[in-house]
C-alpha cells in the first residue's frame, strides 16, 4: 500500500495504523492530547466526587443499618428483603410508573407538536419559542408554588376557567384522583429542552427532501410519516430516554413541597420515600438500598424501551 492509495482508496479517514503501514510517519499532536486531558480533568474530578464516590457509598449503605449519628452495622441483605414485605415501597412504584407511563409520552407528543409547529421562520417565532421555553428555567421550587396557586380550589385560574366553560372544578390536590393527574398536568409544561433538540433536528432534515416528495405528490402527513418521523427517530429515543430518567426524580419537589405524599399516598413517588427513609427516619441505610433498587428499575425500563425500539435510528439505514 502506497501513500496514493492510503488517500484515494479509503472512504473513511485512514487509522493511525493505516498510515504507519503505509509509510506515514505518526506524530501525534502531544499538546493537543495535553490540552484535551486538561479539560477533561475538571469533568472526571467532579464526576468522581459527585457521581462515583456517593454511588459507591450509596452501595455500601445499603447493605448496613445506619442512623447518621452512630456506627452503621452490617445487615447484608435485610434492607431489600424489609423493602419487599413495605406496602408503602410498592405504592410509590406505582405511582412513579404511573406517571412515567403517563407524563414521559404526553412530553413527547408537546415538545413534538410544538417543535413542528414552530420551527418555519416566520415573524415573531422567536417570542413564541421562548415561551415554550421559558418554564423549563423556572426554579423547581418557584415552579411548584405557582402551580400551588394554579390548582387552588377557590381563587385559582384553572378553576376558574373550568367554571367558566360549565365544567367540573375538582379540588386538585386534594382528591387522591386528581392528586397524582395534577403532578402530572404541571409536568407537561416543562418540555423546553426536548423542544430545542427537536427544532434543531427539524432543521437538520434537507429541504430538498420536502421538494422532492412534492413533486411526486406526496401529502403532508406522507412526508411526516415516511420523511421527518425516521429522521427524527434518534432524536425521539434520545429524548424519551433522558426524559424516562429525569422526569422519574423530578417528581421529588412538587410532591414534597404541593401535597407531601397525600392524599392518602396517591403522591408518594420513590423519591419522596427515599428522602423520607432516609433524612426523616434517619434510616439512611434503609433510603440507600431503595436507592438502589430505584435506579435498577429505571435502568431496566430504559433497557426494555431501547430494544422495543429496536436501537430505533440508530443503525444507518439512511
Not at 433510603?287 to 430505584?294: D, K, N, P, V
Request: charged share 10%; proline share 7%; aromatic share 12%.
Amino acid at each position: 500500500m502506497d501513500h496514493e492509495s492510503v488517500t484515494t482508496s479509503a472512504a473513511s479517514p485512514p487509522t493511525a495504523t493505516a498510515l504507519r503501514r503505509a509509510g506515514f510517519p505518526h506524530r501525534p499532536n502531544r499538546g493537543y492530547q495535553r490540552a484535551l486531558r486538561t479539560l477533561l480533568l475538571p469533568y472526571l474530578v467532579g464526576a468522581t466526587l459527585l457521581i462515583a464516590v456517593p454511588a459507591l457509598l450509596t452501595f455500601v449503605l445499603a447493605l448496613t443499618e445506619y442512623d447518621a449519628l452512630s456506627p452503621p452495622i452490617w445487615v447484608g441483605l435485610q434492607n431489600f428483603s424489609e423493602i419487599l414485605t413495605n406496602p408503602l415501597f410498592w405504592i410509590a412504584v406505582r405511582n412513579s410508573l404511573y406517571f412515567i407511563v403517563l407524563a414521559v409520552p404526553l412530553r413527547m407528543l408537546g415538545a413534538l407538536l410544538l417543535a413542528l409547529l414552530l420551527h418555519q421562520s416566520r415573524r415573531g417565532v422567536g417570542i413564541y419559542r421562548a415561551a415554550v421555553y421559558l418554564p423549563t428555567i423556572i426554579p423547581d421550587v418557584a415552579y411548584a408554588l405557582i402551580w400551588l396557586w394554579i390548582f387552588n380550589p377557590i381563587y385559582g385560574p384553572l378553576n376558574l376557567l373550568l367554571g367558566t366553560l360549565g365544567l367540573p372544578t375538582p379540588a386538585w390536590l386534594v382528591q387522591p384522583g386528581t392528586a397524582k393527574l395534577a403532578i402530572v398536568l404541571m409536568s407537561l409544561f416543562q418540555i423546553g429542552e426536548g423542544f430545542v433538540v427537536l427544532l434543531a433536528g427539524l432543521h437538520d432534515i434537507p429541504e430538498d427532501y420536502y421538494a422532492s416528495a412534492a413533486i411526486d405528490g406526496g401529502s403532508r402527513w406522507q412526508m411526516f410519516r415516511l420523511i421527518t418521523l425516521p429522521l427524527l427517530a434518534p432524536w425521539l429515543l434520545l429524548l424519551t430516554i433522558r426524559d424516562i430518567t429525569l422526569s422519574a426524580q423530578s417528581t421529588f419537589t412538587p410532591a414534597y413541597l404541593m401535597t407531601d405524599g397525600g392524599p392518602y399516598f396517591s403522591t408518594l413517588f420513590m423519591p419522596l420515600l427515599i428522602f423520607d427513609e432516609a433524612f426523616e427516619r434517619f434510616r439512611v441505610g434503609m433510603g440507600s438500598a431503595m436507592m438502589l433498587l430505584f435506579f435498577l428499575g429505571l435502568a431496566l425500563l430504559v433497557l426494555l424501551v431501547y430494544f422495543v425500539a429496536g436501537g430505533w435510528g440508530y443503525a444507518d439505514d439512511y
